[in-house]
């Protein structure tokens, strides 16, 4: 069984990976930062976490605000780092962790938390800063992350109350996932910092070691303020600190402290702390009962035939072929594959079985292989095929036979004013 091994407390200011990649380890201005991260590293290098569930949230890099969302959960297989305006830092990628993310995605929305997922993102400043010095990285970073990365930017974001909660039942989502993994849960951000407007350069020392100090023995205290509240007392953006108790809501109701550093060089304190439970946490039921009702809501469902529910499984497995056909919405990208998309191919780095599916227009093997259908009904648009040819080939029919199942004889697609339809 997974296994938490204890929770990390770090900022995620971009001075940290700054000083580790400038080499200002020797300088006394910038070594107090590495000092406090020296514990951290001894921690992970002790504990051995097989995976790190990485809490952060991105600054406007690889989410915007045509679509932002509370809890994005990381599915993917890799991450990148993000070019934040002078070009990527210079680190390996990370692996992810798509078996334990798909778990996790499972039991929390059974929780009835309403999580987004992502993939085939890069992580910015907020992930990689602090990791980057936790963490060794020059052969290869020693296990895998799950980041869940919070939108707490564009107002309503989460409550505390709310991640407080999440943490809870995130909890019980790791440990009940079957294989026998370690996992450390960091949280990033904060503590008091405002970087905006007229009170830029805002911080509050006291408030921050109160803060610590309550998020260590009393953090229903701290899930009962509101954002106005922490905004008052640690500025607008040091705010975010409320993904700490995500961390916090993971561990047991006490905690030992192992380690806590302090450092304000500039606009954002530098902070780092370690827990482990101190106390026990019991399960009201067992990871069997508790995996067979997360289960519930797809439990069945592989028994209708001819039937693929687009899970996260085939959403990652399938990814840069579902991705390829998504962009047949770009005018652009479609007049050049209708001209040769072998290039293309190559380009998108499709394997060639997915050249072959796409070229063959195998509409029922895409499916079986991961496609999903309203993608299909794009490539339909733009290679002059109706939704109903579609529907006939996954079915193994004939276009005739299959219009014969109907009440009306129509034809039609999403090809929208481009449509020219193959009677
Ligand atoms: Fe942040």
Redesign the pocket.
Known sequence: MARIVGGIGSS??PTIGFALDAKKQADPVWAPIFEGYKPVQRWLQEKRPDVLFFI??D?VTSFFFDHYSHFALGVGAEYAVADEGGGPRNLPPIKGHPALARHIATALTAEEFDLSYFQAKPLDH?CFSPLSVMWPHDAGWPGAIVPLQVG?LEFPIPTARRCFRLGGALRRAIESYPEDLKVAIVA??GLAHQVHGERAGFNNTPWDEEFLDLLERRPEELSGLTIAQYAERGGL?GA?VIMWLIMRGALATKVKKLHSAYYLPSMTPIVTVIYEDDSPVTAVESDAEFRERIGRELAGVERLPGTYPFTLDRSVKAYRLNHFLHRLIEPEFRRRFLADPEPMFAEAALTDEERDLVRRRDWRALIHYGAIFFLLEKLAAVVGVTNLHVYAAMRGQTLEEFQKTRNAQVLYSVAGQGAHIKQ
């Open positions: 995620h200011t952060y949230n600054h907020g707490v990033t951000g953006e975010e």
